[in-house]
């Protein structure tokens, strides 16, 4: 027989989605339990993104989560563009009225928000097995899952689908309710973790006849590096050598010079953009990955989680506050126009392999036009620090 166990709010998935609703609801006073199926460290230690839109950091600080990342995030208040070997800057802080961006990795977030959250004695399960949603079509959903060998029913007043793109929850809503739109694109993103000490202060976004190339960072001392490459390119076929080789090329502008270091970690990531929607159904909300995905270009999936649960909590705070239900009515709604817009800014450096050279010379000239215009810039800046809309 399982173990039967009541909270408000159960949340699957110890993601940035899953771990800022559940602060959140706690500042408010409401209860919830996490349920995760990897172990802590993993979770802790998984490589993903690294750029904080203003934001979310302001958020951060907000929930009282943001005193390492304050001491120890790069601020950046500008990107480079590159392209025809040479170099343009997007200036974030003159364009946006002196926003910027924080570089800061996910996985640090996660472990400030774990850390937050248990010292709150917040209830975050690792290592559960076998979770399943139930029920979210009526008063009282409920989480099942496994833990050291036991059974468990959670029975909530909500459920929140933090779960990512592969959970469960999307798939448990029934069929017909959700309409899918997808698109996978014809390339990845091979991505290394560098130990060699960022080459530009600023983030640089390549253009090349060869593919798209990025210079990021994670710190002083790491770098983070990416090439556009084959989706389901075989990463034992880039040995070191022939990745900082490839970065050399495509990155090359005149008086600057590529550090290179002992390669810590790569990968390929396959790229693709999906959203559902509705991101709810009864009793069940999606949010993050768990409901859409972007392409990393834009640097928006973490930022877009992160949104998502700020919106859930407070629509959730606002019922149990008033018994009102208006905001969680409208949760998706109001989820959806944000992650529309920032499908819209995927963007325009990937070279596709059908392209033509009329596809390509549109394309300079759109990176030509978004460097010259301030009206164009502004546009990019705006997007890129984080648009300000309801959330
Ligand atoms: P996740 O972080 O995926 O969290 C979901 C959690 O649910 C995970 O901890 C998972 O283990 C858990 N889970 C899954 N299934 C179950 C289950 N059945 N039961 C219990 N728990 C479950 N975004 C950027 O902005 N820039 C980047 O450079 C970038 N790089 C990325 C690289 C990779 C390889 C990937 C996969 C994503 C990257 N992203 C990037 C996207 C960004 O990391 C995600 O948008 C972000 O993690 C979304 O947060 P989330 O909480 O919604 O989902
Ligand atoms: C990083 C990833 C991105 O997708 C991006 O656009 C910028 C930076 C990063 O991992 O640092």
Same mark, same amino acid.
């Given at each position: 027989?399982?173990?039967?166990?009541r909270?408000q709010?159960?949340?699957?998935?110890?993601?940035?989605a899953?771990?800022?609703?559940?602060?959140?609801?706690?500042?408010?006073?409401?209860d919830?339990?996490?349920?995760?199926n990897?172990?802590?460290?993993y979770?802790?230690?998984?490589?993903?993104a690294?750029?904080l839109?203003?934001?979310?950091?302001?958020?951060l600080?907000?929930?009282g989560?943001?005193?390492?990342?304050?001491?120890?995030?790069?601020?950046?208040?500008?990107?480079?563009?590159?392209?025809?070997?040479?170099?343009?800057?997007?200036?974030?802080?003159?364009?946006?009225?002196?926003?910027?961006?924080?570089i800061?990795?996910?996985?640090?977030?996660?472990?400030?928000?774990?850390?937050?959250?248990i010292?709150?004695?917040?209830?975050?399960?690792?290592?559960?097995?076998?979770?399943?949603v139930?029920?979210?079509?009526g008063?009282?959903?409920?989480?099942?899952?496994?833990k050291?060998?036991?059974?468990?029913?959670l029975?909530?007043?909500?459920?929140?689908?933090?779960?990512?793109?592969h959970g469960?929850?999307?798939?448990?809503?029934p069929?017909?309710?959700?309409?899918?739109?997808?698109?996978?694109?014809?390339?990845?993103?091979?991505g290394?973790?560098?130990?060699?000490?960022p080459s530009?202060?600023e983030l640089?976004?390549?253009?090349?006849?060869r593919g798209?190339?990025?210079?990021?960072?994670?710190?002083?001392?790491?770098?983070?590096?990416?090439?556009?490459?084959?989706?389901?390119?075989e990463?034992?076929?880039?040995?070191d050598?022939k990745i900082?080789q490839?970065?050399h090329?495509?990155?090359?502008?005149?008086?600057?010079?590529?550090t290179?270091?002992?390669?810590?970690?790569?990968?390929?990531?396959r790229?693709?953009s999906f959203?559902?929607e509705?991101?709810?159904h009864?009793?069940?909300?999606?949010?993050?990955?768990?409901?859409?995905i972007?392409?990393p270009?834009?640097?928006?999936?973490?930022? +877009?989680?992160?949104? !998502?649960?700020?919106i859930?909590? &407070? @629509?959730?705070?606002?019922?149990? #506050?008033t018994?009102?239900?208006? /905001?969680?009515d409208?949760?998706?709604?109001?989820?959806?126009?944000?992650?529309?817009?920032?499908?819209?800014?995927s963007?325009?450096l990937?070279?596709?392999?059908?392209?033509?050279?009329?596809?390509r010379?549109?394309? +300079?000239a759109?990176? !030509?036009?978004?460097?010259?215009? &301030? @009206?164009?810039?502004?546009?990019? #800046?705006?997007?890129?620090?984080g /648009?300000?809309?309801e959330?």
């Open positions: 027989m399982p173990i039967s166990l909270t709010v159960g949340i699957v998935g110890a993601g940035p899953g771990l800022v609703l559940s602060h959140l609801l706690h500042l408010q006073g409401i919830s339990v996490v349920v995760e990897r172990s802590r460290q979770v802790e230690e998984r490589v993903r690294g750029v839109e203003q934001g979310t950091v302001d958020l600080v907000e929930m989560v943001g005193e390492r990342m304050k001491r120890e995030g790069l601020i950046h208040y500008g990107v480079e563009l590159r392209f025809h070997g040479h170099s343009h800057r997007i200036d974030f802080k003159d364009l946006t009225g002196g926003k910027g961006i924080t800061y990795s996910q996985h640090e977030v996660v472990k400030d928000l774990t850390d937050a959250r010292a709150a004695g917040g209830q975050v399960l690792f290592e559960v097995e076998g979770v399943s139930h029920d979210f079509e008063a009282k959903p409920k989480i099942r899952y496994r050291d060998g036991q059974a468990y029913e029975t909530c007043d909500f459920i929140g689908g933090c779960d990512g793109f469960v929850c999307r798939p448990s809503v069929e017909g309710v959700l309409t899918e739109y997808e698109r996978v694109y014809p390339f990845g993103w091979l290394i973790l560098a130990e060699a000490p530009s202060e640089i976004y390549t253009y090349h006849d798209f190339a990025l210079l990021s960072m994670r710190t002083e001392q790491i770098s983070r590096l990416y090439l556009q490459c084959k989706p389901d390119e990463v034992s076929l880039w040995p050598e900082w490839e970065l090329t495509r990155l090359a502008a005149e008086g600057w010079e590529l290179e270091g002992p390669i810590l970690q790569k990968g390929v990531t790229m693709s959203v559902a509705p991101m709810q009864g009793r069940l909300f999606l949010a993050g990955d768990s409901a859409h972007v392409p270009t834009g640097a928006k999936g973490l930022n +877009l989680a992160v949104a !998502d649960s700020r859930l909590a &407070r @629509a959730l705070a606002d019922f149990y #506050a018994g009102r239900h208006d /905001l969680l409208g949760y998706s709604q109001t989820c959806l126009r944000r992650v529309w817009n920032v499908q819209r800014f963007w325009l990937h070279r596709f392999p059908d392209e033509n050279p009329f596809d010379r549109r394309q +300079l759109e990176l !030509d036009y978004v460097t010259s215009s &301030r @009206a164009a810039s502004q546009s990019l #800046a705006e997007n890129y620090v /648009l300000a809309m959330w």
